[in-house]
């Protein structure tokens, strides 16, 4: 029997699933690696580590599934968004990768903004100048580390740097090419006029589909891995658009929340042509000429394993959630906002800090842990509501990524969103998605619709209970007055930071 193989570029780790032509995970296999952050709102990886990781987790694959290795016949890339990786004219790594949720970058995107003017970048790239996105990256490197930005030759994302790694080639596709804030996602080419307007005189990458053949693994990684060097290799997407994919999101009226370290609510768009004023990011999805738009939370996993590292560092994580548990809806009174790096939708804002309000003596732990986890949904429900705003029907959510692997929770996010919740047999959605797209890249499948058919598994659907939507309507009222009361106060706390 053939098997292909999907890898996901996380933040926290790189996710490996070995998965047969029924769309049954073999073996899957996890590797965490480090996050820089030297000073806060920076956020680093060695592109090196995820190389790595990467062949370790293969090799863990394929003795865990004990198959025979020539059985693998393609594998595919899902990876973080954003993150600027520089290369030299000889493909070495230039300095450490800046990722999605680095946000030193403000003062270039103003700049993005005085030069190029909001309407113009929005008509082009149909997407804000955020401090998340590679261009402000690039413009910071230019002006901080002029002599790094001299040996760069060109630059790549997180899961583009892996793939030229195992197959030697230099490739960016269009779902991740969608979020450097250079791509004319309509027209699906570089933007001359940005490039040329803003002076990134280093090369943008060729483009690909994500579900292009890419080539074969070099010798060098198929020795390493136990795989074969005729392993097929896909482009891949972006970690969003290959949840989206793993999820199912392949038509109108489809949405997915995805709870990792970021948290993501999205929903499927068939056109690029549309215009959201740049209230949600409207990007080339991984199915090929088609798009989606979604609304993110900057710290969403990352604020509850912010909570546990610091109060609970023992604890699992199920405990923990748990514990929240025995607080009711509104934890006794406690509201808190997820902002610990900042956030983006819907306040595109890197100096917003998070809060705990209304503390009260008679709080407990318990209500803490409640708290956090109502927050982050309230945050991820602001992204809804503006989906649901723009004439788009919000009937169910398929929820993927750590977030949805308790049941509270996805109890939470029924009542809070208001609507059914389906949680997959598979959380793993990115990797999932990826591994879709080795499986049809190798002709298991006539598209990608029929592949998710195969593939997608329903094991519950989580139904709203009525008297916790209204309880949570009220709260998420007062909820989104924090915002407007708390700006100003932790912005001038910002020198207090480290
Ligand atoms: N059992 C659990 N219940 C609820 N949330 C969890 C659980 N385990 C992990 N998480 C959350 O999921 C996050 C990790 O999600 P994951 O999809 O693995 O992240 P990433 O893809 O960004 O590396 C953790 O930071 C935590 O917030
Ligand atoms: O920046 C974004 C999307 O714009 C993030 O969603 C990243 O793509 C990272 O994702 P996770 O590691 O949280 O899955």
Redesign the pocket.
Known sequence: MEHVIGI?I????V?VLLVDWTGKVKAESTEPYPLYQPHSGYSEQNPGDWVEKTIIALRKVLKIANIDPRSVVGLSFSG?MHGLVLLTETNEVVRPAILWNDTRTTEQCREIEARIGKEKLLAITKNEALEGFTLPKLLWVKKHEPHLYKQAHTFLLPKDYVRLRFTGHVAMEYSDAAGTLLLDIQKKAWSEKLCQELAIEIECPPLVESTECVGTLLPEIAEKTGLSTSVKVFAGGA?NACGAIGAGILAEGQTMC?????GVVLAFEQTGEKDFAGKVHYFNHAKPNSYYIMGVTLA???S??WFKRTFFPEV???EI?QHAAKSPIGANGLLFTPYIVGERTPYADADIRASFIGIDAAHTTSDFARAVLEGITFSLNESVEIIKASGKRVDTVVSI???A??IE?LQMQADIFATPIEKLKQE?G?SMGAAMIAAYGCGWFSSLEQCARAFKEVERVVEPNPAAVERYRELFALYRDIYPQTKEITKKLKTFRP
Request: without cysteine; charged residues 15%.
């Open positions: 996901d996380g933040t926290s780790a996710k973080q970690d995805s709870i990792g370290t970021s969403a996993g990352y509850f394993d699992p994580f199920s959630v990524g750590g977030g692997k308790s929770w793993q990115p």
